[in-house]
């Protein structure tokens, strides 16, 4: 079987099933809720970067028409901190007077309207006793965490290998701080009746918000009850829980009524993560042919002063060549800014970044084509642990990614292609990323209708997670996908992981599979023993199901449908649930693979990048969806061109302040920058899940900006090393 043949009901690419909801403004997103006597919140945000609030005036504020409350750190209550690090618990806000970062939150103000509580926020009189912020990665007097997420690599002898070998690269690479930007403005409703809590939340993982929230207020879990049916993206600035989440609660608390908060689009840059931005030392030792010999990658990168954040820039370096000697670490710096979290390819996507740039001039020096020079040193199996891959078709996705971008036809030197003045160049990167597979729940039922409901706490941020569970469901029962309704996104329902880490489709469409072929089981167990039953006997593996008629297998004419089962059994419907978790029995590797090749037309006199073509290639087990499948890796890659060129959060060296922290000036590759996006899935479903796939979320974006960064060097022969790379650069 071919990663894209899918399974019956899945068909290559069904419809969004949420599609007609969404463009018809039906679909309830966190800020739509709206309740009988609802007050608005407002955030009031630190405008020095570190230091102590001397004097905090909320006099004006507090009198100020439609003010319910002004909560500052004089009279909020305190608040337990979750356990759990980064997924769960923030540190809780407003505990004392001291400022961490610029746009720490300092006061909310609730107010009748939301405009009321943004009148008076500017009200409140703040002094600061300012302190000389750490903003620098250089600071000698920063605290440094070596490899805190893990990822860190030593084999081998590497200053031995590195000092023998015939060829040296010894570069650094930077890349900027990048802010998730969901389209969304994240929201929280919250209100309370009594210790009972409900929220709506923008997060990728409702159960985690439910833990913190009961944490913080000493309430049971039991009564907090976390919404997230649909949320307005996120790019994994919705795994964590955020301060602004807990202070909705507090304010609902203290003014008894229901609260909502949107944060303004300044404060997304502020509050609720972004990537951060990276310097990486890399050297790389080779034989004349191209043999890897040695490779030290450092990557530096900042940390919040006082929270948990860390991610791997060499977790990729580890495993993607078959290197003998290889030493990765990453180091965090605790600095004053705000607290980073994931984006899109967290680690990897600055990580691979910088080594595949790295090798690209190892090729350029090598005088070795890049895709050659991959091939050459291929790993068949994990080079770390020596293990077999579960499955991995990366060279597939070089051939077939190079045959379909007709990257044979690259002459090989710079400058070398051209149209008219214009200045082409062909640019590629190979992409890896672990996912992470999570234990999931799901419950499946079928009642006299005929219809299934299957329901997980999951959520669905975009990538298209009701669908494809509708199908893997629709598949496993037998049914038709309109005859399926998935539901998500609410705690009553069974838990589920985040949405994150390339791993929840996995997760959760296992866990669905399960629950399904329990619920088959179920209702073969209701006519075990039935005289009357065509399927008396009849065991899961020896029945087929379409069109929710069960029939013994070969005999599609004979059996009996659910809905006759629950008649005459006198039922209204059968329920079952299913579990999924990593499975552990496999002596072997998991891993998403991907190649991208990118064409870029440069201007030699503007020093204009245009993005003409892009090829990914992908290797993600089996593909349930190719339609949102290919979406899903045609935003990554949009994603990696606003890396490559335009993404960039500027923060101000002298006070930590965000200074770009508007749509206007955060530039995000739009229509205009997107050319052509060519995606191809490659390889074989993968065993370490009954329904084959690996995760593709991350490794959409993965390999895309060193693919266009080598594009840009090949056409013009100028090694750009920092991103993103604009027109200053190419001048
Ligand atoms: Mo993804 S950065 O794990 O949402």
Same mark, same amino acid.
């Given at each position: 079987m071919t990663a894209t043949q899918t399974m019956t009901a899945a068909g290559r690419g069904l419809d969004r099933v949420d599609g007609p909801l969404k463009v018809a403004g039906a %679909? /309830?997103? /966190? %800020?739509?809720f709206s309740f009988p006597g609802m007050a608005h919140a407002t955030l009031l945000q630190a405008t020095v970067a570190a230091g102590r609030i001397r004097r905090i005036d909320t006099r004006a504020a507090g009198a100020a028409p439609g003010v319910l409350v002004v909560i500052t750190h004089e009279n909020a209550p305190r608040l337990a901190r979750a356990p759990g690090g980064i997924t769960i618990g923030p540190p809780p806000p407003l505990q004392d007077d001291r400022v961490l970062h610029h746009g720490q939150h300092i006061a909310v103000v609730v107010a009748e309207t939301a405009e009321q509580a943004t009148a008076a926020a500017e009200l409140i009189g703040v002094g600061y006793e300012p302190a000389e912020p750490l903003l620098d990665l250089a600071d000698p007097r920063a605290d440094r965490v070596e490899n805190a997420a893990g990822g860190g690599v030593a084999r081998g002898d590497v200053p031995g290998a590195l000092a023998s070998a015939d060829v040296k690269v010894d570069v650094t690479y930077t890349t900027a701080t990048e802010t998730n930007n969901p389209l969304g403005l994240f929201c929280t409703v919250a209100f309370w009746d009594g210790d009972a809590l409900t929220v709506h939340d923008c997060t990728q993982g409702p159960a985690f918000v439910r833990t913190a929230l009961a944490t913080a207020f000493g309430v049971p879990e039991s009564g907090v009850r976390v919404l997230a049916p649909f949320v307005g993206g996120a790019f994994g600035a919705g795994l964590r829980v955020w301060q602004h989440v807990l202070l909705t609660a507090l304010a609902a608390r203290i003014v008894g009524r229901p609260v909502k908060l949107v944060l303004t689009r300044a404060q997304m840059f502020t509050s609720v993560g972004y990537r951060p931005r990276t310097v990486q030392h890399l050297e790389i030792g080779a034989t004349r042919t191209g043999e890897l010999v040695a490779i030290d990658h450092e990557g530096i990168e900042p940390a919040a002063m006082e929270d948990v954040f860390a991610e791997s820039l060499t977790r990729s370096t580890a495993l993607l060549y078959a290197c003998p000697n290889v030493t990765g670490r990453t180091t965090q710096v605790r600095l004053n800014v705000a607290c980073p979290t994931w984006m899109r390819g967290p680690g990897e996507a600055p990580g691979v970044f910088a080594l595949e740039c790295a090798l690209d001039e190892l090729a350029h020096k090598l005088g070795c084509d890049p895709v050659e020079l991959r091939l050459r040193n291929y790993a068949d199996v994990h080079p770390q642990t020596g293990k077999r891959w579960t499955t991995k078709a990366l060279r597939a996705c070089y051939e077939r990614g190079a045959e379909r971008f007709g990257w044979w036809r690259r002459i090989p030197g710079p400058r070398s292609m051209r149209d008219g003045r214009t200045l082409i160049g062909y640019g590629m990167a190979s992409a890896h990323y672990g996912y992470v597979q999570a234990p999931c729940q799901a419950r499946a039922s079928i009642g006299r209708d005929g219809a299934a409901y299957v329901r997980s706490a999951a959520t669905d941020i975009g990538p298209g997670t009701y669908t494809v569970m509708t199908q893997v469901a629709a598949d496993a029962l037998g049914l038709p996908a309109a005859a399926v309704r998935f539901e998500l996104?609410?705690?009553?329902m069974p838990p589920a992981p985040l949405q $994150? $880490?390339?791993g929840l489709t996995a997760a959760l469409g296992s866990a669905v599979h399960t629950a399904c072929r329990q619920l088959v089981q179920a209702f073969l167990d209701v006519v075990a023993n039935d005289v009357e039953s065509p399927l008396r006997g009849c065991a899961a593996a020896d029945v087929t199901i379409s069109g929710g008629r069960i029939s013994p297998a070969g005999e599609p004419a004979d059996g009996e449908t659910y809905v006759a089962i629950l008649i005459r059994h006198g039922l209204t419907e059968l329920t079952a649930d299913g579990a999924s978790a990593r499975r552990r029995d496999l002596d072997a590797e998991p891993g998403t693979f991907g190649a991208k090749f990118a064409e870029v037309h440069v201007d030699p006199d503007l020093g204009l990048v245009r993005v003409t073509r892009v090829v990914a290639a992908i290797d993600g087990g089996r593909i349930l969806n190719e339609k949102t499948a290919t979406s899903q890796v045609i935003g990554g890659t949009v994603g990696g061109i606003g890396m490559a060129l335009l993404e960039e959060t500027v923060c101000d060296p002298g006070t930590g302040r965000v200074a770009n922290a508007t749509f206007g000036d955060y530039l995000v590759a739009v229509n205009a920058d997107v050319p052509d996006i060519d995606v191809i899935f490659v390889g074989e479903p993968d065993p370490m899940n009954p329904i084959g796939v690996k995760g593709i979320g991350e490794i959409a974006i993965v390999g895309v900006a060193p693919a266009i960064a080598n594009a840009i060097f090949h056409a013009t022969g100028r090694r750009v090393r920092s991103l993103p790379i604009t027109l200053a650069d190419l001048l």
């Open positions: %679909a /309830p997103y /966190p %800020a739509d996104g609410d705690t009553e $994150g $880490g390339s």
